[in-house]
């Protein structure tokens, strides 16, 4: 009696360590939904920037004082018949 209580009891501990650490086990769920977490995140922000892209992409088609503003923050462009003036910044 003590040997089938023996045997059993090595095949439930067995059984229990498939569930806790096995491939499909408790510990590699709960990393697998870290990461999902992580991914759903970033999906979030990069779903952001693309939005963003999106507007100015479409500002630029349809506005042509957004495509001038750009030019002339980005690329330091002026119009024919304006000055332009630097301004340096003081060192510290």
């Known amino acids: ?42 999906t979030e922000a990069l779903a952001l920037r693309n939005a963003k892209m999106t507007a100015e992409v479409l500002a630029l088609k349809s506005d042509t004082s957004a495509f001038e503003s750009r030019a002339r923050s980005e690329l330091g462009m002026v119009k024919e018949g304006e000055v332009f003036y630097l301004t340096p910044e003081p060192e510290n």
């Open 1 to 42: 009696m003590k040997v089938v209580i023996g045997i059993m009891l090595l095949v439930v501990l067995l059984l229990q360590q498939q569930l806790w650490f096995g491939q499909s086990g408790y510990f590699e769920r709960k990393a697998l939904a870290e990461r999902l977490a992580e991914q759903q995140t970033r």
